[in-house]
Nanobody, 119 residues
Framework: QVQLVESGGGLVQAGGSLRLSCAAS????????MGWYRQVPGKQRELVAT???????NYADSVKGRFTISRDNAKNTVYLQMNSLKPEDTAVYYC?????????????WGQGTQVTVSS
């Protein structure tokens, strides 16, 4: 059974920091691209950051320079360090795993964790 379990969300003041974690189980973690997405009510889910199986990273323009994605293949965990948070970063943040090679076509989501940034 595949599980992606996010943690680390919460309430923080503008300018503060949070670190999200996503622990994966039931997958061969190293052959999955991992990503963080976010969604606010009434809007589409949007990409925040991705980390390929090879370790390359990509960020939405709105978070470049403030957020850092990283992965620990030994712990089957992907992280999102969020600094200099703004009220507009308030959203539910979701972890995503997209498979490669023998896992090609497989796509999994976590349950989401709420991040609220107060002004």
């Amino acid at each position: 059974q595949v599980q992606l379990v996010e943690s680390g969300g919460g309430l923080v003041q503008a300018g503060g920091s949070l670190r999200l974690s996503c622990a994966a189980s039931g997958i061969i973690f190293r052959i999955y691209h991992m990503g963080w997405y976010r969604q606010v009510p009434g809007k589409q889910r949007e990409l925040v950051a991705t980390s390929t199986s090879g370790g390359s990273t990509n960020y939405a323009d709105s978070v470049k320079g403030r957020f850092t994605i990283s992965r620990d293949n030994a712990k089957n965990t992907v992280y999102l360090q969020m600094n200099s948070l703004k009220p507009e970063d308030t959203a539910v943040y979701y972890c995503n795993a997209r498979g490669l090679h023998i896992a090609s076509g497989l796509d999994y989501w976590g349950q989401g964790t709420q991040v609220t940034v107060s002004s």
